[in-house]
């Protein structure tokens, strides 16, 4: 091909493959509000949001986005902005309000309602059986460090997907067990808010056993349905070539990556993670046969991706340099690797303090599908908080944020087109939405909340994902 082809073929706005799914993301407890109607149980994040401290501005669910209410409006936005798949996650202490015991009708009832709703419109349902609000009862029990938790998981599983799944397209078990296990109870920036690292690595295992068999649960009630989870997979780079800083980046993709991936396709947990996690546990927490649940086949992996991190082995003496984005208790999320450094990037940067860096997207991508060939991806979660400016007018144009989505989608786009089976994309987050212990503060919304008065407003980034949506395609980028 010759240069100048090379050129304009650069220069033409990529397409996605024919039948790639475009879709828009939330969770229960960052939209719904209605905490304590039709027999809802209190959650973890509802305990840790009303403690003092442990959110900015001491904001809680308690109203969110008031999507409880409002669902049916939510759904026309969907509807409009034209996606063909919403995933949405359902929660727990709404169908289990102790986490164990019969279903909770009116909850489900909800639940059934968003998912005719959706059916209505178009729209194919991804439902998410856990982003996070677990019982609060069952955390009192131990939570997911306690075995029992994942086997209540997976009855819970079995309600939901016995009530919902001739309806539902795809279930998802869990989103980001890394962060539940290691900002909930390492690092303690999450509900529940502890600082015990046996205790996440226990966590650990328990949802990968839950994940298990909450999927052993789809399997079997709801055999046509696809079957994923999502994982916040990490991308880290090393500081410099010196061994140190690459072990550094082995030891995070071990803890970070590998401690999922591998109990959950590979049927085992790595060796070098084990070994590196030695001082901290023993690991008997792991049964026999557990790891013979937790490989269960799954239909595509989701992906959650948000930005990338710059990893140094810490030298014993400096200062330490802790920028990995995820606040910071004093204690460290990544157990085993306590003693690596996070250091600041250049370049654009989120309103999370996320360096923008859309390669790591493509590279993440392939590096995942090398890893597991035959199995398909899904990019589950992207999107970006900015301060939003709302005009006199209303109009919140918000540019950078649409920009990021178009140049993460193009490196989705990228990825594919160097081989990577991606078969979808959800942006991060179809609403402005509680931001876990960031509160209100930060909106990731591409649709504006007012939280005063619950009005719901396209930004321009909506306008811009409605267009990409609607070509198949990626815009031009500036
Ligand atoms: C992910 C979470 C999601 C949202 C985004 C910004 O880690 O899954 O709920 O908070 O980050």
Known sequence: ???????????MPRTLPEGFVWGAATASYQIEGAVNEDGRGPSIWDTFSHAPGNTLN??????????YHR????????KELGVGAYRFSIAWPRIQPTGSGPAVQAGMDFYSRLVDGLIQRGIAPVATLYHWDLPQALEDAGGWPARDTALRFGEYAELVVGALGDRVHQWTTLNEPWCAAYLGYAAGVHAPGRREPAAALAAVHHLNLGHGLAGVAVRELAPTALLSVTLNLHVHHAASDSPADVEAVRRL????NRAFLGPMLDGEYPGDLIEDTMAVTDWSFVRDGDLAVTPVPLDNLGVNY??????????GHSPRVRADGHGDSGASPWVGAEDVDFLPQSGLHTAMGWKVEPAGMTELL???AKRYPGLPLMVTENGAAFDDAVDDDGAVHDAERASYVA???DAVAAAIEQGADVRGYFVWSLLDNFEWAYGYDRRFGIIRVDYDTQERTWKDSARTYQRMVATNAVPDLD
Do not use: P
């Open 1 to 11: 091909m010759s240069t100048s082809a090379d050129e304009k073929e650069n220069a």
């Open 58 to 67: 001491g904001d809680t669910g308690d109203v969110a986005a008031d999507h």
């Open 71 to 78: 669902y049916e409006q939510d759904l026309d936005l969907l």
């Open 253 to 256: 993709d071990a803890v970070g």
């Open 306 to 315: 948000y930005t990338t991190g710059l990893a140094q082995q810490w030298d």
């Open 366 to 368: 392939l590096r995942t």
């Open 407 to 409: 140049r993460h989608v």
